[in-house]
């Protein structure tokens, strides 16, 4: 992975002394991942250049970290981009063998230091999750002129189209020790995943590397978010003291209610048509009322909520004292520890802890622990199963667990066309195996009814649209037989 | 003095302080069948006479006696019970459990136990008094409590001359062996009985009026009838004389059905709605005398509820019996063996509804019953119902024991209109729905479990894995009736001192060698997905033997389970081209069979892995992007004389290695529309009808799967071979050259496999042996560096070479266990226990 820095200014071998290296000697330094190398390939008058590489030993890199490969390529740990490109790594590097220089000392030039001088800098293979366009809406703002091309995934296979590499030139003029700290900043953020553990202290480097030229940025909020690594907690905290820096009110921190990462930004987004004046509530938090509202009228004291997740519907029903026995089902043990923890299980007053209990269990097997409850809930999870399993499922659910009352909600697909950033044809997760019409749920439930010895109702959640219903459908299935609480 | 006590029981010790319990208890159990006030006492407050933690010792010593009456074992609770709660809570407990309740009361004089009293644990005189005078007021109510047997010692020579004799329970027949001839619902048809029997080979015996009176098997075979001998039928008089002449003379056992049960209450002038054909039973008996009348009332009084059979194999219950209840006896027992489990609601005809009991079964043993007519006895879970409906003009049907044999005899007649045709009255019953048996449960996967296998013997999984596997198993795999197999991980070859390898065929050999296996086949590796073929004949194949009835032919899923084709159509029609290879060649008829699963690896690697592959080439990308500037600027820093050489060198090859990596995975990579361009590359005939191929030779696999490929050379590709004699240095040698050739030529490599059949024992099954450049994908394009290949070579092969054992006995387990037609959830815990495996933490370079 490398790096080069060139200018113009005269003499142009002022440049090893605002590096704080000698033009004329290669130097190497350890640091995180391997060894960087600082050597120039060209120190005249007119035009001195200065290069980082960081060489980096991948078989050494890959003993000190697991399972850093991204989702579904164990081997990622191994096989990986680190020994060529530009990623967090080099920016650490940087950090490290250029320290004064970003701080701007420099004993023997202290007024070129806060001089802009005419800088080039290349980047031959910088990953970017966004494309030429990021590279161009984070540098521009700061006065570059920026060049970036997209590298091709693999020449021998031209449709398999660009890779996420960009060879970039900027070139401007500024001072040194913001360019450097603009790079510094900026690579892990157009990486977009850093290579090594986000914590507190990255907040304070992220402000002092930073606060100079962050504060007025305009894309400040993706920089810091990215940088920060989507931990939001981190990003607030960051986002304060920026603005402190600055000399204004620190803007409320939100506490870390990060949506649920399995539903499409238009589930959470207000649904409506006066979204503009006052706040509608999310069609998520529609949902969770109409399933409230239909447990309450079943009078059901004993819940199930299969697919729990993390936990949504669970905080709903803990808020209600009438739901005396809540039981939250889901196949990802990650998705029971999340749920636990955002409850706050391991505080709660033990007369609220005992009302709930978290089981992980599927919806495709028979759970004996699941029998007898007086309402049982699939919230936005039928859609999850591939079709041939349907029966098993309304086995699990109607046939084995039988309790009194399922209550069940799915997308109506009919709506989709309804949100514009929604492409024709694509589900509302990529991970939906299906999503049904109104009329391909009506008939699941009557087929389910029939053969379980159910009734079943539908109704629908969300703003009716006349000609495509509401966004989402829920029916309330009463078993045949028993007694209303 | 001799005291009876049934084998599995709750003993209730009863007496004063300084009766002696805890001495006779010493004396007549084993330590760890008593359980004591005394010691539970101290147990959970340092103090056995500490009186304000008897609360909480008994808790525990209820705790304790209740997971002993679980698993079945006498348990004797030594504490006073002398006051009537405290005994009402023994009696709860045993019914809790189904077993017989026991009191041993030790009513001695009083000055005995003062005497013992005071030399023991001196309580006050007042207490004695009063726990002696609560005992006597006891006594005479002990049965009317619940205690099926009451024992009381008066004197001291009375407890001193005690000798016990366990009486085995009623219902256990375990030491007869059969061989048997199970009998379903008679139901008054005499006639058809008698078919039946002479059909299974039974000679009949009849009286002076050509009545029969008993019949007997000259093999010594013993029929056993599952109940409902009576009521509706034309002759109930005539069904019982036989089968009460041959269970007096041995030659046949009967349970209770429901209708026995009612007719008694009838007989005995209870008060009896008439219906459901008991009027039939009770006008043909009053034609009888009333001896007769007498002898089959009390035959059928005596009837026990169920019977367990051949060392316990083989339980017989008219309405069937889960397993909790197997051997037990209570009330509850009883009425579950005559009228089975109803969940308490009734349908909308009004009739009770029915608990599957069945489908949740999961015993060992066959449980054998009638009581519910269906068209044609199957097997649910090692569960089969007999009842086919004779009366209603159906059929009598015998299952022959261990045979599983099943005979049956036509009715000869409609003799009782059933209320709902009887087809339909079939379709009612809980296990012949359309698909009876694939109810799994969440307990048959999860926690910690430990399966038999016959390769390895018992393999146990752990909860955490289990938990692992229950997600890719639930959100991800096919329908798990196709799912009878996932194929195992396999290890590598030792690894090579060869220079700039880290794998070589003479590791393998060596291996074999020291296994002293000498013939080994090595078998090319086809770089793709690993993909398992179900291949049925048809749709109905589909619908009998795995119960999949949409129509779809058959499955082609990955290692995990997963469909390899999003679209059903097109596995469909790559299925039907496979179907067209396998008529061709002629296997259905050469192998005995309409289905078959094949283990196979499907080209290009593009193909399923279009995702992963995108990530190898991102790596090139960013190589082929930064390495060339970073080559001219350590040119250009040379140039001006500063020594960077070493580096410049290493850049340099680091280009030169990721060149080689672009070329080693674009090799795998070519387009495909739909089945075009699509390979199938199969290695082993894994399954077919009542036969797993794990005993032929590699090479009777592969000969067959030549001429699947003579069949459709463009779908399917041959595996090449090449068989070596490690023991022979010129035979290894060549083995070596032939896989140089190969893996220069872009192979993967090659898997090493003993020739003979599939490895038993700790013996790998195969070893793989990748090539130089195939590695590159997997440790990076610059392992050939000998800095890194040194440090590489430091593998560990234990872990993956224990895991590919047992992957490889499970993935058998299931397949045996599929051919052995077990059901679903035996197949399906071993076939999840692979997956569960595999989460396993391992090097995934290995």
Redesign the interface.
């Given at each position: 992975?490398?790096l080069?820095v060139s200018t113009t200014h005269r003499p142009a071998t002022d440049l090893g002394h605002l590096l704080h290296k000698h033009p004329?000697?290669?130097q190497r330094f350890e640091v995180t991942g391997g060894v960087a190398?600082v050597?120039?390939?060209?120190?005249s008058e007119e035009r001195c250049t200065a290069?980082l590489?960081l060489?980096v030993d991948?078989?050494e890199l890959a003993r000190g970290r697991r399972g850093q490969?991204?989702e579904?390529?164990?081997?990622?740990q191994?096989?990986?981009?680190l020994?060529?490109?530009?990623s967090s790594l080099l920016a650490v590097a940087l950090g490290k063998v250029f320290g004064s220089a970003l701080r701007g000392r420099c004993g023997a030039r202290p007024e070129l230091v806060e001089t802009p001088i005419p800088l080039e800098i290349?980047i031959?293979?910088l990953?970017c999750r966004g494309g030429p366009e990021l590279v161009r809406n984070l540098f521009l703002p700061l006065g570059w002129s920026v060049w970036a091309i997209s590298?091709?995934?693999?020449p021998?296979?031209p449709?398999?189209g660009d890779?996420?590499?960009l060879?970039v030139r900027l070139t401007g003029s500024a001072r040194l020790a913001d360019a450097l700290s603009q790079l510094y900043v900026l690579l892990p953020v157009l990486d977009d995943a850093k290579h090594y553990w986000v914590s507190e202290d990255e907040v304070a480097k992220l402000v002092r590397a930073g606060g100079r030229w962050l504060n007025t940025h305009p894309e400040r909020e993706l920089i810091t978010s990215r940088y920060l690594a989507h931990q939001r907690r981190f990003a607030s905290a960051a986002l304060a003291r920026l603005a402190e820096l600055d000399g204004r009110p620190a803007e409320e921190v939100v506490e870390d209610v990060v949506e649920d990462a399995t539903e499409v930004a238009a589930d959470s987004a207000p649904v409506g048509h006066d979204a503009a004046d006052q706040r509608v509530p999310s069609l998520a938090e529609q949902r969770c009322a109409a399933i409230l509202s239909e447990l309450r009228s079943a009078g059901a004291a004993r819940v199930v909520d299969m697919g729990c997740g993390e936990g949504r519907l669970l905080r709903e029903l803990l808020a209600e004292r009438s739901f005396t026995e809540i039981v939250g089902v889901d196949?990802?043990?990650r998705a029971l520890r999340t749920a636990a923890a955002r409850l706050r299980l391991d505080q709660m007053a033990e007369r609220q802890r005992e009302r709930i209990r978290l089981l992980?269990?599927?919806?495709?097997?028979?759970?004996?622990?699941l029998a007898g409850f007086d309402a049982l809930v699939l919230a936005e999870v039928i859609e999850?199963?591939?079709p041939?399993?349907l029966?098993?499922l309304a086995?699990a659910v109607f046939?084995?667990a039988r309790p009194t009352t399922v209550v069940v909600t799915t997308p109506n697909v009919e709506y989709n066309v309804r949100w514009p950033s929604l492409p024709a044809g694509d589900t509302r997760h990529p991970d939906h195996r299906f999503e049904w019409s109104r009329t391909e749920f009506a008939d699941w439930a009557e087929t389910v009814s029939a053969e379980y010895?159910y009734t079943a109702r539908i109704l629908p959640v969300g703003p009716v649209d006349a000609e495509l219903g509401a966004p989402t459908q829920l029916a309330v299935f009463t078993r045949?037989?028993?007694n209303p609480a | 003095m001799k005291l009876a006590i049934p084998e599995l029981s709750l003993v209730a010790l009863v007496g004063p302080s300084g009766s002696g319990k805890s001495t006779f208890a010493h004396r007549h159990f084993a330590p760890t069948q008593v359980l004591s006030s005394d010691v539970f006492r101290a147990m959970v407050a340092d103090d056995e006479n500490d009186q304000s933690a008897t609360a909480e010792a008994f808790d525990a010593l209820y705790h304790v006696a209740g997971k002993r009456l679980r698993a079945g074992r006498l348990t004797v609770v030594d504490a006073t019970h002398v006051q009537r709660e405290d005994r009402a809570k023994v009696v709860a407990l045993a019914r809790e459990h189904d077993v017989l309740p026991v009191a041993i009361v030790f009513d001695l004089p009083r000055s005995v136990c003062a005497t013992r009293n005071e030399n023991h644990r001196a309580l006050p005189d007042h207490v004695l008094r009063r726990q002696r005078d609560a005992l006597r007021r006891s006594l005479r109510h002990l049965h009317k409590e619940g205690f099926r047997k009451v024992h009381v010692l008066s004197t001291v020579d009375e407890v001193e001359s005690v000798e016990l004799q366990y009486e085995k329970a009623y219902n256990d027949k375990r030491e007869l062996t059969g061989p048997f001839d199970v009998i379903g619902d008679v139901h008054g048809c005499r006639a058809e009985l008698e078919n039946l029997l002479g059909r299974l080979g039974y000679r009949l015996d009849r009286d002076d009026s050509g009545r029969p009176v008993g019949a007997a098997h000259p093999d010594g075979r013993t029929a056993v009838f599952v109940g409902d001998l009576v009521d509706r039928g034309p002759d109930t008089p005539g069904v019982l004389r036989l089968v009460m002449g041959m269970v007096a003379a041995g030659t046949a056992l009967c349970v209770a059905g429901n209708h026995e049960n009612k007719l008694v209450r009838a007989l005995d002038g209870r008060k009896v709605t008439v219906s459901h054909g008991l009027a039939e039973s009770l006008a043909q008996l009053s034609g009888e005398s009333p001896d007769f009348r007498a002898s089959a009332r009390d035959f059928m009084y005596s009837l026990v509820s169920h019977y367990r059979l051949d060392g316990g194999d083989l339980v017989v219950a008219h309405a069937g019996l889960k397993e909790d209840y197997h051997g037990r006896a209570s009330a509850r027992v009883r009425s579950f063996c005559l009228y089975g489990e109803t969940t308490g609601e009734t349908d909308e005809y009004g009739l009770p509804v029915r608990h599957p009991w069945a489908r949740e079964y999961r015993g060992a043993a066959a449980v054998v019953y009638g009581h519910t007519p269906v068209l044609e006895p199957t097997w649910l879970n090692n569960t089969i119902c007999l009842d086919t409906g004779c009366v209603f003009g159906g059929s009598l049907t015998a299952l022959r024991w261990p045979e599983r044999d099943l005979v049956s005899v036509p009715a000869e007649q409609v003799h009782y209109q059933p209320v709902r045709p009887l087809a339909v009255e079939a379709g009612r019953s809980d296990d012949s729905q359309e698909r009876p048996d694939d109810l799994l449960r969440i307990q048959d996967v999860l926690g910690t479990r430990t399966l038999e296998t016959r390769l390895l013997g018992r393999l146990k999984v752990l909860e955490e894995n289990a938990a692992g596997a229950l997600e890719v198993m639930s959100r991800f795999a096919i329908d798990p009736r196709w799912l009878v197999y996932l194929p195992p991980t396999m290890a590598p070859s030792a690894t090579t001192e060869e220079e700039g390898l880290l794998e070589h065929p003479a590791e393998a050999f060596q291996y074999y060698r020291a296994e002293r296996v000498s013939q080994v086949l090595c078998e090319e590796k086809h770089m793709g997905s690993r993909a398992v073929v179900v291949l049925c004949r048809d749709g109905e194949v589909a619908r009998r033997r795995f119960g999949i009835a949409d129509g779809t032919t058959g499955a082609v899923h990955t290692r995990t389970g997963r469909a390899f084709f999003n679209d059903q159509e097109r596995t469909e029609r790559l299925l039907a081209r496979l179907r067209g290879a396998v008529d061709e060649a002629g296997l259905w008829a050469e192998l005995g069979t309409d289905w078959l699963v094949l283990d196979a690896e499907l080209l290009p690697w593009s193909a399923k892995a279009g995702d992963l592959l995108r990530q190898y080439a991102s790596v090139g990308a960013a190589a082929r992007a930064a390495l060339p500037t970073a080559v001219s600027v350590l040119e250009k820093v040379a140039g001006r004389g500063i020594d960077v050489g070493e580096l410049l060198g290493r850049q340099r090859r680091r280009l030169s290695h990721v060149d080689a990596f672009t070329a080693a995975y674009g090799g795998y990579c070519w387009p495909v529309d739909d089945l075009k361009g699509v390979v199938l590359a199969p290695f082993q005939i894994l399954a077919g009808e009542g036969a797993c191929y794990a005993d032929q030779d590699h090479l009777w696999h592969l000969e067959r799967i030549d001429r699947l490929v003579a069949a459709d050379p463009e779908l399917l590709r041959t595996t090449r071979r090449f068989l070596v004699n490690v023991d022979d240095p010129e035979s290894a040698a060549a083995g070596v050259a032939w896989w140089t050739e190969l893996t220069e030529r872009g192979g993967e490599g090659m898997v090493v496999k003993p020739l003979s059949g599939v490895a038993q024992g700790a013996l790998q099954p195969g070893i793989k042996c990748r090539g130089r450049e195939y590695l590159r994908i997997i440790y990076g394009p610059d392992y050939t560096e000998p800095a890194n290949l040194a440090r590489l070579r430091q593998r560990n092969l234990g872990r993956k070479r224990s895991l590919a054992l047992r992957e490889h006995a499970l993935g058998w387990e299931a397949l045996h266990r599929f051919v052995e037609g077990e059901p679903l959830w035996r197949v399906h815990e071993v076939v999840f226990a692979v997956l569960a495996l595999e989460s396993e933490p391992i090097d995934p370079r290995l």
């Open positions: 992975m490398l080069t004329d000697r290669s190398h050597m120039y390939p060209e120190a290069a590489l060489d991948p078989v490969g991204p579904g390529f164990v081997l990622g191994y096989v990986n981009d020994p060529y490109a530009a290349h031959p293979a990953p590298v091709p995934l693999d021998a296979f449709d398999w890779s996420r590499y060879d196949v990802a043990p992980h269990g599927s919806l495709t097997y028979a759970d004996s622990r999850h199963v591939d041939p399993r029966p098993a086995q046939g084995a010895g045949k037989g028993a | -």
